[in-house]
């Protein structure tokens, strides 16, 4: 019991005994990597010329996270740390060299959190000199300290020092000690009947919504159909019914979930299509990905779908990690391409089969509340703890997140087969999300005379006249946010790749009937011609040039004929185009009940759940480029007379709408 205690985590991630040696280490060079650098005229403390130090190796994942919280709230109270070290003369009168200074500063941040309280610490075989050392010199300074932070706090009016920190950091910090715990069940090795057995079997009970839960209790997601939600303490209670170590159960943040719950539906049911994934995200997204399309085929009687994975931009312990991680959820088919997504060819004949492609690029994540933790779970990008610390980001760090975010989207749909593309950032910021998807269409017009194939931009189209365009979910206190949009192919029958020889071979294929539905047009007229009043057969047999025309000249002049005659007429050979917008059928139904023609009705802007739809893009070039998408939504017909709609709290809107109970979670009913 006292081990339990001692591993104990706040919020911030610290014990209330201190840390080990090795945490104190680690976090020193985290902080040495990410500091924020002043110019020499506002330098305070010196920290030396090393920076991008390799970190040292640490197998505990409860040590890492611990290392990396106290490195994130150093950097959060870097200055308030300069400050007190300068006042107490502390930084003038220690013999300590300058490379020494981050492990001072972030051990003074666990020591005034604790009240200038020393640790209690025995000499072990992992003591490390240097900590030891700097920890002397602190204690020497312990009066000084607090009385140099009493007169700072004086001098700028704060009751406390979370009180100087950045409204969006403080709001972040708050959310993240509320955040509920989320875990999907792995198909692949159980099922959502097997796990409600033995959660019940250990004293858990389902309610009904996210707002019920209180004690060991959990409620089904209304959104994902595979995932659970739990009060976030109830971490360590889930430990002992070992659906976590038989990777029956997987905790994952509800961000991550979104993405591989949109691929399911999106592949044909008819045919084995792959998936192709690219981005940061850790071996749980993969595998809850092939979780999800295996649990689709099992009703089917195949598992052929493969799930594409790009991970050459990673590290090779990264690279492990994720294998390793995808082989414990019992994965089968998935295959790592070592090979950055940017640098794969569209025409290799293995990615021939993919129909959707999952990009979730480098991202800003300010829409994360507990970025740390989202960080080691989802080998995201540490570079960024500086700028979340701060609570915004550089604008040269935002504008090149933003432009390798157009790059990935524009080589995506590029891939000649592909039916979609997924979309996924956890940033709040319009310039990642709504912004990125309007530049996209904007290059569209530039793109048409450049001589590109019919797989860039130029044949794309955006369905201005939508309402739901584009999936956005706030951060709140229960969930994190991310932002989400999905561009389907349309047309999809006629996708070929124009440079190989299949596509010419169906072209070819697919112009035979058209040349002679055409020509047996032009026999009509001529027979028609031929046979009318006051014609001579001596008339007939004159030369004419219309008789010595070719097929293709003859196909084009009665297209422009008939385009003339009725200008709704379209070509015979239609060209595909790409729209972006989340497709209702995607996701199961949510019954509604009928309401009567007098109930007064106001749509919320946003509701509990924290779910808004994103604004209405505003429309570039002329509108004739456009074609008009009819939106799968269910969408208020026009009246004549405005009306206002009043619905619960408890329905969401149209974007994820809640999934239909499927006849074998019945047995959650006798539980309630």
Known sequence: MEDSEHLEHTADGQTQEGFSDRVYLLASVIFQNNYLEKPAAQTLVNYGKKRTLSLPEVTDGEMQRAAYELAFNSLKYQELLESIILDSTFYLSQPLPDDQMSLAVVMLFDFQDRKFIPRKCENTDEDVKEVREVELHLLRFT???????????????????????????????????????????????????????????????????????????????????????????????????????????????????????????????????????AGCFSGLTVAHTESLIAMKQKSMGNDKSTVFVCVGDRTEAQREKLQRAVNAMGCKNVKLIPKSFQSLDRSDKQFQKVQVILLAPRSSLSSISNPVEFILQEDGDTELLQDLARGSIAKSKLESLVVQQKKDIDHAMQFPKILSVIYTTYSSYPEENEEVVRGVFEQAPACGGNGQSQTSLSSFSFPLDSKDLLFKMEPTEHNNGCFMAIFTRKDPQHVKDPVTEDSVEAAETMEKPQRKRSQAQLKRRETKSNTGSGTSLKKSSVPSPKVNESGEAQLARINSRDSKKNPKLEPLQKP????????????????????????????????????????????????????????????????????????????????????????YRASFNNHM
């Open 576 to 663: 595909y185009s790409w729209s972006n917008t989340i497709r209702l059928n995607h996701f199961p139904q949510q019954t509604v009940p009928k309401l009567k023609e007098s109930t007064p009705i106001v749509l919320p802007k946003i509701n509990s759940s924290g779910f808004k739809r994103s604004p209405k893009l505003e429309p570039y070039g002329k509108s004739n480029r456009w074609n008009k998408v009819v939106h799968p939504y269910p969408t208020t017909q026009e009246v004549l007379k405005p009306t206002v709609i009043s619905l619960p709290q408890e329905d969401f809107p149209a974007l994820f709408p809640p999934h239909v109970r499927p006849k």
């Open 143 to 277: 009066a000084k300290f607090a009385a140099s932070l009493a007169r700072w706090r004086i001098k700028h009016e704060l009751l406390s020092i979370e009180c100087m920190l950045p409204e969006s950091v403080r709001i972040k910090q708050e959310r993240a000690s509320s955040l509920m715990l989320y875990a999907w069940v792995n198909s692949l090795k159980s099922s959502l009947d097997e796990v409600q057995r033995v959660l019940n079997g250990a004293g858990f009970y389902r309610v009904r919504s996210v707002g019920q839960l209180q004690g060991k209790t959990f409620c089904q997601d209304p959104h994902c159909e595979d995932l659970l939600v739990f009060p976030a303490p109830l971490r360590l209670h889930l430990e002992p019914t070992s659906l976590l170590s038989n990777h029956k159960l997987i905790v994952q943040d509800k961000a991550c979930c979104l993405g591989p719950n949109a691929v399911r539906p999106l592949l044909q049911e008819a045919e084995n299509g792959d998936v192709l994934m």
